[in-house]
């Protein structure tokens, strides 16, 4: 199981963005994938995540309406994405898959993407 | 939406024991909110260490332990080493969301 997340960005605010997250090695279309963010020595916030299945998706309270998370089960690929970004966007964030069955361990994670944002 | 608390720092001696707790600003934590553990180094990706309360994941070694202490889940590292110094954040699920703790800075010194 891998899974490979796409390279740093650095943006301007307003600008839009979209990062990935690929799956390998494993039945992508079934399993949960979530993503973490990490804001620069801070510590670990849920983000939200998807069953790439249905497209089922669940946000943390906080991003809600900030980001959008989807999914193509074609690519074993899932995708984070801003259309407007802000400074205080700034982090590294992970994306995790979440065990399969009765589980609630993100057992598996990519190595991050950080996404710096600065005029 | 209620806060997931931890200590925000502990200190062991080498060969010591340590216990790390995981509350609830509101309420207490118990075993359907599947508690999870996680070890973090600076720079690195976080490393699964327990998952459901008190289920170990693959590789942690028997020293460290899960667990439900009263009203909190708890993760107590015996026989601390060095390479034991690092972040660890719990994580709690409830109703289809999870929610992070603010993470403790553990120091073996």
């Known amino acids: 199981v891998e899974l490979v997340q796409s390279g740093a960005e650095v943006k301007k605010p307003g600008d839009s963005l979209k990062i990935s997250c690929k799956g390998s090695g494993y039945n992508f279309a079934t399993y949960w994938i979530g993503w973490v963010r990490q804001m620069p020595g801070q510590g670990l916030e849920w983000m939200g995540i998807?069953?790439?299945?249905?497209?089922?998706?669940r946000y943390g309270p906080s991003f809600q309406g900030q980001v959008t998370i989807s999914a193509d089960t074609s690519m074993s690929a899932a995708y984070l994405q801003w259309t407007s970004l802000r400074a205080s966007d700034t982090g590294t964030y992970f994306c995790?898959?979440?065990?399969?069955?009765?589980?609630?361990?993100?057992?598996?994670w990519g190595q991050g993407t950080l996404v710096t944002v600065s005029s | 939406q209620a806060v997931v608390t931890q200590e925000p720092s502990f200190s062991v001696s080498p060969g010591g024991t340590v216990t790390l707790t995981c509350g609830l600003t509101s309420g207490s934590v118990s075993t359907s909110h599947y508690a999870a553990w996680y070890q973090q180094t600076p720079g690195q990706t976080p490393r699964p260490l327990f998952h459901n309360t008190d289920t170990r994941s693959s590789g942690v070694p028997a020293r460290f332990s899960g667990s439900i202490l009263g009203d909190k889940a708890a993760l107590t590292i015996a026989g601390a080493q060095a390479d034991d110094e690092s972040d660890y954040y719990c994580?709690?699920?409830?109703?289809?969301?999870?929610?992070f703790g603010g993470g403790t800075r553990l120091t073996v010194l």
């Open positions: 994580v709690l699920y409830r109703n289809g969301a999870w929610v």
């Open positions: 998807i069953y790439p299945g249905d497209s089922d998706t």
């Open positions: 995790v898959r979440r065990c399969g069955g009765d589980c609630y361990e993100f057992d598996y």
